[in-house]
């Protein structure tokens, strides 16, 4: 009797280990598979600062294969560097991508946007920097901050573009709503366009609300602005203002030509220029002419002409 209890007992024992063992395959089985299987990336991804948890929730709703089982996987590889990493390919295993993850570095590359650009030069800096042959954006002209931005060599198109609008947005939207009070495109819009002219014509910060003024005085007693800084649009951005392009212009960006503000900004601005269109300086000004590395502000078309004989005088 004894004899069969341990018979059984034995029996019952080694059919425990062989599930066990089963189940172990099993295991190594699936894990070998999920490692191994092929998905599909962006080269460049942006690896936020926090916990393993929180950057594995970011990636997936940025559009990666990723879940909270890779974090065993993770953690066996390191951690993974914040910022923009390059993965150097788009196509990999899992397993790959989790080690390339852990273990990827940035070739960053400096990318400086400076107040009074246009878009048209900052995308061809982006494109030779960055090696992306065409390289536009869908953001309105004036929207791109003024900012040093570190990209990494790789990086799409799309991925730079929505960087940049982010970036941007997150930057206009508290300009926006400490000046304005909310967050309204369409009139924040109108401001940026007139910060746009005071970024092109201003000689320094302490006269942009004086710029400002000039700007809402002559529209407010239905002049023509007669702004040259308005024609510094797109691809004329460095281009010198003469006379035969004040003829020839055609374009709503001619001041000269046509009456009220441009249809579109004329170029990035800075926070000073902003607040400038925002709060103008509270003066009668209705010209000012350019006097060595300032401007002369008038009141008058006869006190403007004084200031210039003045100033050719000098």
Request: aromatic fraction near 14%; glycine fraction near 4%.
């Amino acid at each position: 009797m004894n004899n069969e209890i341990n018979t059984t007992t034995k029996k019952y024992i080694v059919t425990k280990i062989i599930a066990a063992i089963e189940g172990l395959l099993l295991f190594i089985i699936f894990i070998l598979f999920y490692l191994t299987r092929d998905i599909e990336t962006y080269r460049v991804i942006y690896v936020p600062k926090g916990s393993t948890n929180y950057t594995i929730k970011v990636l997936q709703k940025s559009g990666e294969d990723i879940n909270l089982f890779d974090k065993i996987f993770i953690r066996m590889f390191g951690y993974p560097q914040a910022g923009w990493i390059d993965l150097k390919e788009t196509k990999m295993t899992k397993l790959d991508f989790l080690f390339r993850l852990t273990n990827s570095k940035a070739a960053l590359v400096k990318v400086t946007i400076i107040p009074g650009e246009t878009n048209y030069f900052i995308y061809k800096q982006i494109e030779r920097k960055l090696k992306l042959p065409g390289f536009k954006c869908n953001i309105d002209e004036g929207f791109i901050k003024p900012d040093t931005y570190f990209l990494p060599i790789g990086m799409q198109k799309q991925r730079a573009c929505e960087y940049l609008y982010n970036k941007s947005l997150r930057w206009h939207k508290e300009i926006s709503e400490k000046f304005l009070g909310v967050w309204n495109y369409k009139v924040y819009k109108q401001k940026l366009i007139i910060a746009s002219i005071i970024q092109k014509e201003a000689a320094n910060v302490k006269e942009m609300p004086f710029i400002s003024a000039v700007i809402y005085n002559r529209l407010k007693k239905r002049m023509k602005l007669q702004m040259d800084g308005a024609l510094n649009y797109g691809k004329y951005s460095h281009i010198k203002i003469t006379s035969s392009r004040l003829r020839n212009d055609k374009s709503k960006y001619n001041t000269y030509r046509y009456y009220g503000l441009p249809p579109e900004p004329i170029c990035v601005v800075s926070k000073e220029a902003i607040k400038a269109a925002f709060f103008p300086a509270k003066v009668k000004y209705l010209y000012f002419v350019k006097c060595g590395k300032k401007h002369l502000f008038s009141v008058s078309y006869s006190q403007h002409l004084k200031k210039i004989k003045k100033c050719n005088f000098k």
